[in-house]
């Protein structure tokens, strides 16, 4: 055992720090424990730039954790608590901040079910945000009905290859990826690994390759893509554009321990964008 690191992470809170990384000004909404992972995650978030002003504290449950052994194969098998994670929905949400946001980013939108994300996303459409969500949980056709109310509020999905074939029963990534447009979301990102990443929308398909690097650790690699491909639509770059920009931030993450490994802002990931060697599409 080399090293132990405790960091921020998840969906939401791993997103919003490279967010912050990269120029953009990042709020995280959410509920966490009153225990001292809380105090100690809610340190970490701030430390990298992220406002945690509308963040709740529970006293009555704990703050989502996860231990993850990264093994040399790569494997990382998952010890997970949903912990305060599975408490929040609409009732805690700061309708006001929603509204006056350029973009929502929902994290796992299964912890509180599709009902509940629609009206979030909703009003943060209402008020002229893009939307986007990432979920957490593993590819199954039941949970993409259990979310299903929320896809059509949704203007970009951002799931990984494995759920968009579990959610959907295909047999090919981009044939998933356009029925998950069918139900509604405006344009699907899938990150395929090595491979890069899969942009399908009402307009077609294009591929956007990975980075050739040495991989130290995936842990928080779509989040990373995740905060890169909305910075980069923030900025008014187009789908190719913003996705480039995603797979540099997760290329620079995979370097290292953990969803905060590097000390990068924008002008490094473009840099590193610009210089490193690409992987040709599958």
């Not at 942009?199 to 690097?213: H, K, N, S, T, Y």
Request: hydrophobic share 45%; glycine share 14%; proline share 5%.
């Amino acid at each position: 055992m080399e090293q132990i690191r405790i960091t921020a992470a998840g969906s939401a809170g791993g997103a919003a720090l490279v967010l912050a990384k990269l120029g953009a000004r990042a709020r995280s909404a959410g509920a966490v424990g009153t225990d001292a992972v809380g105090d100690m995650l809610l340190g970490l978030l701030e430390r990298d730039g992220v406002d945690t002003s509308l963040l709740v504290r529970r006293t009555d449950v704990q703050t989502s954790a996860s231990v993850l052994p990264i093994r040399p194969t790569g494997e990382r098998p998952a010890f997970h608590v949903v912990g305060a994670n599975a408490t929040y929905g609409p009732d805690d949400a700061p309708w006001e901040d929603i509204a006056d946001a350029t973009h929502l980013h929902l994290g796992g939108p299964e912890f509180m079910g599709g009902e509940a994300a629609a009206q979030i996303l909703s009003r943060a459409r209402q008020g002229g945000a893009v939307t986007s969500a990432d979920i957490l949980a593993p590819g199954d056709p039941g949970l993409l009905e259990w979310v299903a109310p929320a896809l059509p509020e949704l203007d970009y999905l951002l799931p990984n290859d494995e759920q968009v074939l579990g959610f959907t029963g295909a047999s090919d990534v981009a044939d998933g990826c356009r029925a998950l447009v069918e139900r509604g979301v405006g344009c699907v990102a899938a990150t395929c690994g090595a491979d890069g990443v899969l942009i399908v929308d009402g307009e077609g398909v294009e591929e956007v390759p990975a980075f050739d690097i040495e991989v130290v650790d995936t842990t928080g690699c779509g989040d990373a893509f995740s905060a890169g491909f909305l910075r980069g639509l923030s900025l008014g770059r187009d789908h190719s554009e913003a996705a480039t920009l995603g797979c540099a931030a997760a290329a620079l993450v995979a370097q290292g321990l953990g969803t905060d490994h590097g000390d990068y802002d924008l002008a490094r990931v473009d840099g590193f964008a610009s210089e490193a060697s690409r992987r040709a599409p599958a």
